[in-house]
Nanobody, 125 residues
Framework: QVQVVESGGGLVQTGGSLRLSCAAS????????MGWFRQAPGKEREAVAA????????YYAESVKGRFTISRDKFKNTVYLQMNSLKPEDTAVYYC??????????????????WGQGTQVTVSS
């Protein structure tokens, strides 16, 4: 099994930045596609960004393009989400997820199986 733990959330003002980290355990984790998702109160969970094991395929939601950057450190089994120019609408619990069959389709990541506990991101104006 794969265990996933997120960290790095917090409270920032509009225009600020945060860097989320996702630490994972599991011998095959580095070969899996990894994605970040978020869920705001009263809303459905949505995909934010995803990256393939090689980094050759990357997905960003339209709402975060140009502001967020996903990256991967295979040596440390860690995935990052650098979030810049944050807006109040970015406020949500952010989760990272992965899976043996997870892929990146044209419209976003598919088939996540393992999820972290989530980390809260709050952006105030």
């Amino acid at each position: 099994q794969v265990q996933v733990v997120e960290s790095g959330g917090g409270l920032v003002q509009t225009g600020g930045s945060l860097r989320l980290s996702c630490a994972a355990s599991g011998r095959t984790f580095s070969t899996y596609t990894m994605g970040w998702f978020r869920q705001a109160p009263g809303k459905e969970r949505e995909a934010v960004a995803a990256i393939s094991w090689s980094g050759s395929s990357i997905y960003y939601a339209e709402s975060v393009k140009g502001r967020f950057t996903i990256s991967r450190d295979k040596f440390k089994n860690t995935v990052y989400l650098q979030m810049n120019s944050l807006k109040p609408e970015d406020t949500a619990v952010y989760y990272c997820a992965t899976g043996e069959r997870m892929t990146i389709a044209t419209n976003g990541p598919r088939s996540p199986d393992y999820w972290g506990q989530g980390t809260q991101v709050t952006v105030s104006s």
